[in-house]
């Protein structure tokens, strides 16, 4: 099975940078991605990491560490459409059919 | 479409009475998937089609929950006898098919399922 965790909700500062965590223990690894959604709306795909490292990509990177089963995603001069919920989540593998496995979602709130 | 399209985008419902829920993706994509995702949460998987064939159905939470997607194209979430824990909003999303690589998966806007 999947188990993962990340933050309900956290708040930060408009032009500042604001990192959210995820923690995950699966039994079969097959990477680790971030969807964001805000209300209402469809969420979107931000980042996929299935090796160890940093991915960057224009204000938002994401970090991966297998080994210790964690990841985050790194905003940075925050705006405040950053306002919305940040999925983290893994996809069971071929077997599965790539269904996803989400976080609660953690509900970022950027303020002025 | 540009992207993956459900209606209706509310449905209010009393309870006891069926519902069905539509999702037409992306041109050519191969995989269609149905999540649920109650307020608060994330999308919880229900079902998943390679073309017309529901490949895993393990997410689904009782027999009133029913889906297909006959054509390979369009897919329908039924949902009978509806409860009031069954308010929730359905996602669909779609993503081509590329073996053992994972692909990313397109969402559609979901349809609010309100049960009163």
């Known amino acids: 099975g999947q188990n993962i965790d990340q933050p309900t909700e956290m708040t930060a500062t408009e032009g500042a940078i604001v990192q959210i965590n995820c923690t995950y223990q699966t039994s079969g690894f097959n990477g680790l991605f971030w969807y964001q959604q805000h209300a209402g709306e469809a969420p979107t795909f931000l980042s996929y990491n299935v090796l160890d490292g940093l991915e960057e990509k224009g204000r938002f990177s994401s970090f991966l560490s297998r080994s210790k089963g964690y990841s985050y995603l790194l905003l940075k001069e925050l705006q405040m459409k950053d306002s919305a919920s940040y999925l983290c989540g893994s996809p069971q593998g071929p077997g599965g059919g790539n269904k996803l496995t989400f976080g609660t979602g953690t509900q970022l709130k950027v303020e002025l | 479409g540009a992207g993956v399209s459900q209606s209706p985008r509310y449905k209010v419902a009393k309870r006891g009475q069926d519902v069905a829920l539509r999702c037409d993706p992306i041109s050519g994509h191969v995989s269609l998937f149905w999540y649920q995702q109650a307020l608060g949460q994330g999308p919880e998987f229900l079902t998943y089609?390679?073309?017309?064939?529901?490949?895993?159905k393990s997410g689904l939470p009782s027999d009133r929950f029913f889906a297909e997607r006959p054509e390979g194209s369009v897919s329908t979430l039924k949902i009978q006898r509806t409860q009031q824990e069954d308010s929730a909003v359905y996602l669909c999303?779609?993503?081509?098919?590329?073996?053992?690589?994972?692909?990313?998966?397109?969402f559609g806007p979901g349809t609010r399922l309100t049960v009163l």
């Open positions: 089609f390679q073309n017309e064939a529901q490949l895993d």
């Open positions: 999303a779609s993503s081509l098919l590329l073996g053992a690589i994972y692909n990313e998966q397109f």
